[in-house]
């Protein structure tokens, strides 16, 4: 008996990249980030089974890596792009006999990082599609589009337009780089608005405590986060997700969990690298992030 790969590696990317939102009724960041762009996160992904697969140990998933980077213009504007890639490796990999190789990428507008829209593109199994949302500012709209990719030739499943989109909507990606540029404090809480493919909800964020993180990069003290979905599940299989961010003025997230229907996924931060852009005298190559 073993779990599907795409039930469980893939659900926490989406759930990492889909936690977090800067808040409605506060005014939208000048800039991204107080950190450089360039930034480049690898995490060691691994899986705990549920309790009914008792018998079955910890299992490395694969990897992930988070980046953000100047993009090129996205549909005639200037944009930031964050960059998301997973791939299955190692143990249970093999044991589900599929492997998953996602990549995701979203764009924003810089000044105030709302959102442009988003291109994705998975492989698992012998599934793959493709995944394209456009946000039109001026006339309140979105248009998305899956299309199945595993068939000759492609199939589109879903051409949708919504109407009565805000003028500015924060994607996961450039709101988690906002999110880690406010201040944080035990207990405080906050609501945010969260655009995932055509839907756009509410999440609240709790700040819950200060915690010693050990992870491949280093040992780190970071807060643990948590997210409640409301208006409905934020996804259609549910889920709960944490994540910790360290408390220095970067706020790293050097650590996150994904609950799932199928045990928990498990990220830690295994690299922190500037490849694209060096700072004080780093040359750009490769290194551990550091405490």
Known sequence: MSPSLGMCFPAAAILLVACLAWPVSGAPPATPAPFPVGERLVYTVKWDPPWYLFFLPSMTAGEMVLELRRGEPFLGQEALEVRLDARSSGTLARLAGMEVEDSFRFYSEPEQLCALGSRSRTREGKRMRSLELDYVRDSGRLRFRKTDEAVDPPEVKKDTIKEGIPACVHDPFSALYAFRASPLAPASSRI?????????????????????IETPA??????KVDTEAMMGGLFKDGGEFNVWLTEDGDRI??????????????????????????????????GRSRP
């Open 192 to 212: 945010f608005m969260i655009g995932h493919n055509d839907r756009i909800k509410e999440v609240r964020v709790r700040v819950q405590k200060l915690e010693s």
């Open 218 to 223: 280093g040992r780190f003290k970071a807060w």
């Open 253 to 286: 997230p050097v650590q996150f969990e994904a609950r799932v229907k199928l045990g928990k996924v498990r990220g830690k931060l295994d690299a922190r690298t500037f490849p694209e852009e060096p700072r004080n005298g780093d040359s750009g190559e490769a």
